[in-house]
């Protein structure tokens, strides 16, 4: 159990360098793993996987500082991420020194495990962490039972539960300085017809999750969803939108 402000002393350095494309080998090669440079000190990466025969993009976001990576979300699975720790040491040679999964759904904590065993701590809410062992998800090492914010060398990292949405668990990540809403599989892309996967959805809640997150972050310079494009901030009035739609 963790207090709800957690100060860990570590320095920021900004990096500046634009996308990367990495183990794209070949032009006939579908791409495995992509990196581009989002602002300040923040990246944004992809990694891949199917769904309904499918191949999509999932969005994660790290922070760069001198003592190393702050990790948002986690790959798919454990053979995604070796090749994203080793892109983040050879392009900013720095590990990564914490990461922050925004919910229990594969796509957010399926590198855990990895991590873990490289005794890189690892955060969920209490719920998450909860939801982890019921499903038999990788499970973190580390949980928290309130709304906490995560005060890294000059960065926080505020995580919010504004409510069920997506899954029961998921939250937002509020990264100040910046004005970065990682919204995670809670906000849907621009690009979006309809919402996806709602296995694990709350609907009649979902709605008011997102008015919530709407009124307590009203200017965000960038608003990252869990999947596809990141380019438009407007993610969150065009996800009401889409439940509107489909109720």
């Not at 032009?27 to 923040?42: C, D, F, M, R, W």
């Not at 300085?177 to 309809?194: A, M």
């Not at 959805?201 to 969803?225: C, D, F, G, T």
């Amino acid at each position: 159990m963790l207090s709800r402000h957690l100060l860990i002393p570590l320095l920021i350095v900004i990096v500046s360098f634009n996308d990367i494309d990495v183990f794209a080998l070949k032009v006939s090669e579908p791409q495995k793993l992509k990196i581009t440079h989002l602002n300040g000190a923040y990246y944004l990466y992809e990694t891949y996987n199917y769904y309904k025969e499918f191949r999509i993009p999932a969005n994660g976001l790290y922070c760069v500082t001198n003592d190393g990576v702050v990790l948002l979300d986690s790959p798919w699975d454990s053979t995604q991420i070796k090749p994203l720790l080793d892109s983040i040491r050879i392009k900013h040679n720095q590990p990564v020194v914490l990461c922050i999964a925004t919910h229990f759904h594969e796509d957010r904590t399926g590198s855990l495990n990895h991590l873990n065993a490289l005794s890189i701590p690892t955060f969920t809410t209490k719920m998450t962490y909860e939801l982890c062992i019921k499903n038999n998800k990788p499970i973190p090492s580390h949980y928290f039972i309130s709304d906490t914010t995560f005060l890294i060398s000059g960065h926080s990292f505020e995580v919010y539960y504004p409510g069920a949405g997506h899954t029961v668990d998921n939250v937002v990540v509020w990264c100040k300085e910046n004005k970065i809403l990682y919204g995670g599989c809670f906000v849907k892309s621009t690009v979006h017809t309809d919402l996806g996967f709602i296995g694990d959805a709350n609907l009649s809640e979902w709605q008011h999750s997102i008015r919530k997150v709407m009124k307590k972050y009203p200017n965000p310079r960038y608003v990252i969803p869990g999947h596809d494009s990141w380019k438009s901030n407007k993610s969150l009035q065009h996800t009401l939108k889409l439940i509107r739609k489909h109720r």
